[in-house]
């Protein structure tokens, strides 16, 4: 049973335009949620979090949602940019120092 | 953000032997550890916790006997993948967290396995 889902292998965006990536999760205990960057034979880099206490949370180019009721994340990423191609897997972990759980992941193409 | 450092990053050795893989936090103490592995075009599926001078924490279906985790000290972890199969060529990540960091985990660049 999955409890974070990426429903979306894959994301074509043109440069310039808007990428959004979503994630829904089913365990209602997750408190925290993280968006991570993969590139090939690489470890994930953390890129943005938000607490279950906001539904906004924005860096620079990238902005993450949460509608707690929905159980429902996304990642905003705009500018999109041709080195924003990579996977990105969303996460998610409950109180304490537990582990984070991650979805399939969306492999996001940038097109120059 | 904190440094996770795993070596080696690419291994092949033969099967029925053993394989160490490192995890060292270069910047912050961790207390806790985190072992992944990732198949090609899968999510990365946990396979362990590990917390500093405690035994491992193993996921359901994990054999404990054939992937052992050692973390004797805050900055290092070690998984150890013994009498190694070609099913057990993989992509293994590690990460570390600790309360003093914040609640994002910090990840090694990961190690690729083959068995041959």
């Not at chain 1, 705009?78 to 537990?98: E, H, K, L, M």
């Not at chain 2, 396979?47 to 996921?59: F, I, R, V």
């Not at chain 2, 009498?83 to 003093?100: Q, R, V």
Request: proline fraction near 4%.
């Amino acid at each position: 049973d999955q409890q974070v889902k990426q429903n979306s292998p894959s994301l074509s965006v043109q440069e310039g335009r808007i990428s959004i990536l979503n994630c829904d999760y089913t365990n209602s205990m997750f408190d925290y949620f993280l968006w991570y960057k993969k590139y090939p034979a690489e470890g994930p880099t953390f890129l943005i979090s938000i607490s279950s206490i906001k539904d906004k949370n924005e860096d620079g180019r990238f902005t993450v949602f949460l509608n707690k009721s929905a159980k429902h994340l996304s990642l905003h990423i705009v500018p999109s940019q041709p080195g924003d191609s990579a996977v990105y897997f969303c996460a998610a972990r409950s109180s304490g120092n537990t582990p984070l759980v991650f979805g399939k992941g969306t492999r996001l193409s940038v097109i120059a | 953000g904190a440094v996770v450092s795993q070596h080696p990053s690419r291994v092949i050795c033969k099967s029925g032997t053993s394989v160490k893989i490192e995890c060292r936090s270069l910047d912050f103490q961790a207390t806790t550890m985190f072992w992944y592995r990732q198949f090609p075009k899968q999510s990365l599926m946990l396979m362990a916790t590990s917390n500093e001078g405690s035994k491992a924490t193993y996921e359901q279906g994990v054999e404990k006997d054939k992937f052992l985790i050692n973390h004797a000290s805050l900055t290092l972890s070690t998984l150890t993948v013994t009498s190694a199969h070609p099913e057990d060529s993989s992509f293994y990540i590690c990460s570390a967290s600790s309360l003093g960091v914040g609640t994002e985990a910090f990840f090694g660049q990961g190690t690729r396995l083959t068995v041959v």
